[in-house]
C-alpha cells in the first residue's frame, strides 16, 4: 500500500518525512494556494526533494486547457501524476492523455459511477473524497469497498487512492479493505504517530531503566 502525503508545504514534507514511511506527495490547488506559489513552483520545489511520485491537479477548465496544462507539469517533473477533476471535462482530458506517456487519474469523485468511468479510460488511479462525502451525508466508507469490488470484479488496473481522510480510522478501514494508496494532510499523519498510551508506556519503561541503573550503581 501506497503511502502519501497531502500537502503543498515542503516544510511540512521535510518533517513528516523524516520516518521515510510516505511514498509521494499529493497536491490540489486548495493546498498550493494555501502556500501563497504558484503550482509550477511548488512542482518545481518537490521534484528537488522527492524521489516517489508527485500528484499535481489541474486547475483549468476546459479538456484542452487541462491538457496543456498536464503537459506544462509532465516537463516540470517527467513523473509527475496528473490529477484531473471527475468532470466532463476531466474525463475528456483523461481519454486524450490516455494516448501520450503522462500518468493521469480522476480525483474529486464521490461515487462509484464515477470510478466506474476512470477504470474505463484506464485511468492511472480514482481518488474518493472519503471526508468530503461524509460532510455529504454518503457512506463513504461503503462506497470506496464497493469500488475494490468493481475493479476487483472487472479487473480493472485503476488504483483506489482515498484522499480527504479526516481521521485515522476511515483511513485504516479502508487500507482494510484493500485499498491501494491513502494520501494524508500532516495532521492525520501525526495521529499516526502517536498515542498518548504509547507515551506514558514509553515514559515508565525510561523511568524504571533509570531506577534500576540508580539502585545499581550504589
Ligand atoms: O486529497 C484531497 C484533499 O486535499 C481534500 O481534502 O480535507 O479538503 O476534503 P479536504
Redesign the pocket.
Known amino acids: 500500500m501506497k503511502l502519501y502525503l ?1 500537502t503543498a508545504d515542503i516544510t511540512a514534507w521535510h518533517k513528516c518525512s523524516l520516518t521515510s514511511a510516505i511514498d509521494g506527495v ?1 497536491t ?1 490547488p ?2 498550493v494556494a494555501e502556500c501563497n506559489k504558484s503550482y509550477e513552483t511548488v512542482l518545481s520545489e518537490f521534484s528537488g526533494v522527492i524521489d516517489g511520485p508527485i500528484f499535481a491537479q489541474v486547475t483549468a477548465r476546459t479538456a484542452s486547457a487541462m491538457i496543456e496544462q498536464a503537459n506544462r507539469y509532465h516537463q516540470i517533473h517527467s513523473s509527475a501524476i496528473i490529477k484531473l477533476p471527475a468532470t466532463e471535462a476531466g474525463f475528456t482530458a483523461l481519454a486524450e492523455l490516455r494516448e501520450k506517456p503522462i500518468s493521469a487519474g480522476i480525483t474529486v469523485c464521490f461515487t462509484a459511477s464515477q470510478a466506474i468511468l476512470a477504470g474505463k479510460l484506464d485511468a492511472s488511479f480514482i ?1 474518493p ?1 472519503v ?2 462525502m461524509n460532510d455529504n451525508g454518503q457512506d463513504a466508507v461503503h462506497i470506496v469497498k464497493q469500488i475494490l469490488d468493481i475493479y476487483d470484479a472487472h479487473e480493472f488496473d485503476t488504483e483506489v487512492l482515498a ?2 481522510l ?1 481521521n485515522a480510522t476511515d483511513a485504516t478501514e479502508l487500507s482494510a479493505a484493500g485499498v491501494d494508496a491513502i ?1 494524508l ?1 500532516p495532521s492525520v499523519y501525526e495521529s499516526y504517530l502517536h498515542h498518548p498510551q504509547t507515551t506514558a508506556s514509553v515514559t515508565e519503561f525510561h523511568q524504571i531503566w533509570e531506577d534500576a541503573h540508580d539502585n545499581a550503581d550504589q
Request: aromatic residues 8%.
Open positions: 497531502d499529493t490540489n486548495a493546498l481518488a473524497y471526508g468530503r484522499a480527504s479526516r494520501t494532510s
